[in-house]
């Protein structure tokens, strides 16, 4: 469960201005980032591989959609080392009375102390704050890479939109300059009738 800490430390957070782009190079540089980390998903021998990303079991993370799936993983391991408690439910310290409990203690005084008797911090509640940090930042990857499709399909619907109401103007204006149209329409505006022929 280490090797998070790690991994938190290197991986990009998504800049807030650059979500919900439509540049078309976006999805590939979050995906160059990804690469970047070398995240790596373990076998299906592990359940939580295998409950939540049994797909790309031993492949590398380069995907949003790959990235929430490790973030799935991550957050079970992190119960899984907590004993299923979460963040608000482990104190800060590791309790006296009980050192295996993952529950641990608020109290310095109930607490563990160390060679230099100072509290001992509760290992599984960090752990817990350093996977939630690694999981919100690969589910920003993947929320990142949403936008941006969503963003790219949005572009060519309005730009497809501005050629259908580019071709009804230009027919529009097609029509209104048509002579006979144009004759109807100043005979009407005056009121005087053409005039006729003399019958030989």
Same mark, same amino acid.
């Given at each position: 469960m280490g090797w998070y800490l790690e991994a938190a430390s290197r991986l990009p957070l998504v800049p807030e201005s650059t979500v919900g782009t439509s540049h078309l190079a976006f999805p590939e540089m979050d995906r160059d /980032? $990804?690469?970047?980390?070398?995240?790596?998903? !373990?076998?299906?021998?592990?359940p939580a591989v295998a409950? &939540?990303?049994?797909?790309?079991?031993?492949?590398?993370?380069?995907?949003?959609? @790959?990235?929430? #799936?490790?973030?799935?993983v991550i957050h079970e391991h992190?119960?899984?080392g907590s004993g299923g408690l979460t963040y608000s439910q482990m104190g800060?310290?590791?309790? =006296?009375?009980?050192? &295996?409990?993952? =529950?641990?203690?608020?109290d310095e005084a109930a607490a563990l102390k160390d060679d230099k008797g100072q509290p001992v /911090?509760?290992? =599984?509640?960090?752990?817990?704050?350093?996977?939630?940090a690694l999981s919100t930042a690969l589910n920003m990857s993947y929320m990142a890479e949403q936008m941006a499709l969503f963003g790219i399909v949005v572009g060519f619907a $309005? $730009?497809?939109?501005? $050629?259908?109401?580019?071709?009804?103007?230009?027919? #529009?204006?097609?029509? !209104? =300059?048509?002579?006979?149209? @144009?004759?109807?329409?100043?005979?009407? /505006?005056?009121?005087?009738?053409?005039?006729?022929?003399?019958v030989v």
């Open positions: /980032s $990804l690469k970047q980390e070398q995240i790596v998903f !373990g076998s299906t021998d592990d409950k &939540h990303a049994s797909k790309w079991a031993d492949q590398q993370v380069t995907t949003g959609a @790959q990235a929430r #799936g490790f973030a799935e992190a119960l899984e800060r310290f590791v309790s =006296a009375d009980d050192p &295996h409990n993952p =529950a641990g203690t608020s /911090s509760n290992a =599984a509640r960090n752990t817990w704050i350093t996977a939630t $309005l $730009l497809l939109a501005g $050629l259908g109401f580019g071709i009804l103007a230009a027919g #529009g204006a097609v029509r !209104g =300059a048509d002579p006979a149209t @144009q004759r109807v329409g100043k005979s009407t /505006s005056t009121g005087v009738a053409n005039p006729v022929a003399p």
